[in-house]
């Protein structure tokens, strides 16, 4: 039934209200893909769901924005219940909105990813909805609940460009990191082989990286130098 | 109140439900940002509101997503409704979510773009909720209702990105065109000058274009040469 007031009419205001069957118990959702790069290999994270529809299967982690909350606090918040991570930078990067991608209601997810070094993160294995949580191997990944698969798959793809186009790799990152780690992280995300000494003079020339002044210590082999990225914030560059 | 069935309650279903007020009250909304090149200005399309809130203002077409349709489907259906245009060509690039950006409900907006023609539209200036409808060069945009300007703006910012990274430009031109009514348009868009044999060779090396074989005719100096893009379908290619 909807519910139009005589003072709105007077204001020439449109009728919108939630109980009009064309648009009536719509919902926003909001998943973080959060990747993390470990011995070699890309990773995300996947929780395993606790309550139905969907029981026992896997997903990333979302879930439903509150009305106090903007779409981006929304998923800090998520990515903070379920890794205890904070601050994290996050990047929005498709909206999935097919019509019955979730059971429950109409439900429009706003997709975010992040980057990050999973040893900072306090995985929360039991929560009111979850009753496992992994990090998979991105080749490994197992058919999810909803949509997650295509969400996933998307996030991947989005995660390439941006290791192309900015400094997000910084994330994984806290610290100061030698030449070759930073050259095999590269090599894994983006899946390709680059050659040493013009990967050093690129990210060097971009001003994107610099000497620490430090070296590597208890080397069985030369001592490599130490460097870190030189921008703490997320920014945007061409690397390759 | 929040309904919650036993048996939901026996599958270990999870309780959602439209009327739980943390979530209560969102719709989904789609924008449609959609741009034109016209006597060498970038364009776009503003409606002006019949109905309020915000009556008399400015906006970028849009509406809510109805329940049987996916968000591209309603985004279609949206600029097709403001424009008669079919079968248009559209981007998704944002989804903008601010607490309070809508006085009606909690509305998510994901918001396209689309590039075309404007001689190809059928524009509609007056419908049920619409008073008028223009062509605003983007440099002379007013302050639009809701937060359209800053839909507006990252439109602009991602349709740059497109031009450079797409043949999206195809979208401008129905049939064939000569070199220097294309290289105005991406130095337009683009708010820059090329070279003009740089620009001829770089985008036939390319493979974006092609000659159709045919000259202008009735041409009072030496007649240019026609030519057209290679691919009817949106395809991402590095141009500069």
Same mark, same amino acid.
């Given at each position: 039934m909807i519910k139009y007031?005589?003072?709105q009419f007077i204001r020439g205001e449109e009728n919108m209200d939630a109980s009009n069957p064309l648009y009536e118990n719509q919902c926003i959702h909001v998943e973080v893909v959060v990747f993390t790069v470990d011995e070699g290999k890309v990773k995300t994270l996947l929780l395993q769901r606790g309550v139905g529809p969907f029981l026992g299967e896997w997903i990333v982690p979302g879930g439903v924005v509150f009305n106090n909350e903007s779409?981006?606090?929304?998923?800090?918040?998520?990515?903070?219940?379920?890794?205890?991570?904070?601050?994290?930078?996050?990047?929005?990067?498709y909206a999935f909105g097919e019509v019955n991608r979730d059971p429950r209601m109409r439900?429009?997810?706003?997709?975010?990813?992040?980057?990050?070094?999973?040893?900072k993160v306090d995985l929360q294995h039991m929560t009111l909805? +979850? @009753?496992?949580?992994?990090?998979?191997?991105?080749?490994? !990944?197992?058919?999810?609940? /909803? *949509?997650?698969?295509?969400?996933?798959d998307r996030a991947l793809e989005e995660l390439r460009h941006y290791v192309?186009?900015?400094?997000?790799?910084?994330?994984?990152?806290?610290?100061?990191? +030698? @030449?070759?780690?930073?050259?095999?992280?590269?090599?894994? !995300?983006?899946?390709?082989? /680059? *050659?040493?000494?013009?990967?050093?003079?690129?990210?060097?020339?971009?001003?994107?990286?610099?000497?620490?002044g430090g070296i590597e210590e208890n080397s069985s082999h030369r001592p490599a130098e130490y460097y870190r990225f030189v921008k703490d914030e997320y920014e945007e560059i061409d690397i390759f």
């Open positions: 007031s005589y003072n779409i981006d606090e929304a998923a800090v918040r998520e990515l903070e219940e379920k890794t205890g991570l904070k601050k994290v930078f996050i990047k929005q990067f439900m429009v997810s706003v997709a975010y990813l992040a980057l990050i070094d999973m040893h909805k +979850t @009753m496992d949580s992994k990090w998979c191997d991105i080749g490994d !990944i197992p058919k999810l609940a /909803f *949509d997650h698969n295509q969400i996933c192309i186009n900015s400094n997000i790799v910084k994330d994984l990152f806290y610290k100061q990191f +030698t @030449m070759p780690e930073l050259q095999r992280v590269y090599e894994t !995300i983006l899946d390709r082989k /680059f *050659d040493r000494r013009n990967f050093r003079r690129k990210l060097l020339s971009l001003g994107l990286v610099e000497k620490t």
